[in-house]
């Protein structure tokens, strides 16, 4: 998964390294959250539901939740413009939103899987 995410992604590193705007740090971080999180829960697990209509409408909630994700992170980067731009802080805040993420997409994931209690 690592060497993926940083094989397709080598373009907005290389960008993000040498341009160092914010911009460019914004991209890559939406780059990093949406490869780690859909490319993890979907692509890597070749899951059998992957075929079946609640797992897309899973993914589809969960996609609410990575917009609102991305929007935190962002809203972070605007109010410490300086540690967005280090290394450490940035890999720290991507890691908790990342973790968070990842817990309340399989969380609704499970919600909508047919065998769910009271369902």
Do not use: C
């Not at 998964?1 to 960008?15: C, E, S």
């Not at 899973?58 to 996609?63: D, L, R, W």
């Not at 109010?79 to 290394?87: E, I, M, R």
Request: charged share 10%; glycine share 8%.
């Amino acid at each position: 998964m690592l060497w993926v995410v940083t094989l397709l992604g080598l373009p907005f590193i290389v960008f993000a390294v040498f341009r160092q705007s914010p911009t460019t740090i914004k991209i890559l971080q939406a780059y990093l959250l949406t490869a780690i999180v859909f490319g993890g829960l979907i692509l890597l697990q070749k899951r059998p539901e992957i075929n079946k209509w609640w797992f897309w409408k899973a993914i589809a909630t969960g996609f609410l939740i990575h917009l609102a994700t991305l929007t935190g992170v962002f809203y972070w980067d605007n109010l410490n413009p300086q540690a967005a731009a280090n290394g450490f802080a940035l890999t720290g805040v991507l890691f908790i939103a990342t973790v968070v993420e990842l817990f309340l997409i399989l969380f609704i994931i499970e919600i909508f899987r047919d065998g769910w209690p009271g369902r």
